[in-house]
């Protein structure tokens, strides 16, 4: 792309994005400054296998939660242009009203790491550090084995982070970036320990796309295949939680008792950490215009500037040669 060879490319970082804008004055992206990026509707997360030891134990999945630093994560993997997750939703204006809703209710996340909370959580399970500063019970170290998309620089230098953050706190982590077939396999078949994701994608402005998700009705044992639910969530807490979803899919659109069954619902999925939210997504998809003018941008907001999904026709047929009228 600094050299018009590429008219887009794919997600790329702040700072690879200032190297070609450096050779490259034509190139645009959705902001014509920091942080230049989209954002995303799939809200990154971490998702820990419920029905595999010792991370069924919701203890142990909080203590998890509590380890990471979520503020390291934007500014290291995001270069300071994310946000941190205050739930698993997107932080879309017509979202407000349920994660406000969360929030108040007490069953947010905070974006600061607090390991002393975690040591308690675990040291209370049986763990203890070892010689080599690593969780041990029964001989055996506490390992964590972190599944990744190894498509784009986003999603192996957030695991990365978390890698780091985990390893220092005391838990033998382990990134394993791979392809997105791979990831899709282990991830309907249950067959993981940890998976970095964006699994409760959907909701972008009411919940209950997100918060079904989730639902029981997509439970499969490990070894069958999930199309939903891949945390293999099954709990009475899980129970409990999808009769409230299922209470909230029958309800208008704008319902005023929608926000509080939400609050309600997310008690469920807060005290079991069903699931572990950590950043929202940025997006940085970068256009030349040396060539082709009408790319989508802030300014130019016809459509969102995702060429991975099968709205890309429809920027196509936008396009016109550089120059003409």
């Known amino acids: 792309m600094s050299t018009h060879q590429l008219d887009s490319v794919m997600n790329i970082t702040p700072g690879a994005f200032q190297a070609i804008l450096a050779k490259n004055p034509n190139a645009v992206a959705w902001h014509s ?9 799939c809200p990154r997360e971490l998702t820990l296998n ?5 991370w069924d134990d919701p203890n142990m999945r909080k203590a998890v939660s509590l380890i990471i630093d979520r503020n390291q994560i934007i500014s290291v993997a995001y270069e300071g242009t994310s946000t941190a997750s ?5 932080q ?7 994660i406000d809703a969360i929030v108040n209710a007490g069953y947010g996340v905070d974006a600061s790491a607090h390991v002393d909370q975690a040591d308690a959580l675990l040291t209370a399970a049986g763990w203890a550090k070892d010689g ?6 029964d001989g055996n170290e506490l390992s964590l084995d972190i599944l990744t998309d190894n498509s784009t620089a986003e999603y192996t230098r957030t695991t990365d982070v978390l890698v780091e953050q985990f390893q220092a706190a005391g838990i033998n982590a382990t990134s394993e970036p791979v392809t997105g077939a791979t990831i899709t396999a282990a991830r309907q078949s249950g067959n993981y320990d940890a998976m970095y994701n964006w699994e409760q994608c959907g909701s972008v402005n009411e919940p209950w796309k997100s918060l079904d998700t989730m639902n029981v009705k997509w439970y ?13 969530w099954n709990t009475d807490g899980a129970k409990a939680y999808s009769q409230i979803v299922d209470q909230i899919g029958v309800l208008p659109l704008g319902d ?35 060539y082709w003018k009408g790319w989508p941008t802030s300014d130019n907001n016809y459509l969102q500037p ?12 936008h396009l016109q040669k550089a120059g003409s009228s």
Do not use: C, H
């Open 86 to 90: 205050k739930t698993m939703f997107v």
């Open 50 to 54: 419920t029905a595999v030891a010792p």
């Open 220 to 232: 499969q044992p490990v070894g069958t295949t999930a199309n939903f639910n891949f945390m293999r």
């Open 92 to 98: 879309y204006g017509g979202m407000e009203p349920s």
């Open 306 to 317: 995702t060429t991975w999904w099968e709205n890309t026709e429809v920027i196509l047929v």
């Open 33 to 41: 400054s920091l942080p230049y990026s989209w954002a995303d509707p």
């Open 256 to 290: 005023p008792s929608i926000p509080g069954l939400v609050a309600q619902a997310y008690k469920y999925v807060y005290d079991e950490t069903a699931v572990i939210p950590l950043v929202q997504a940025a997006k940085l998809v970068p256009f030349d215009t040396t």
């Open 132 to 137: 080599n500063g690593i969780y041990a019970k």
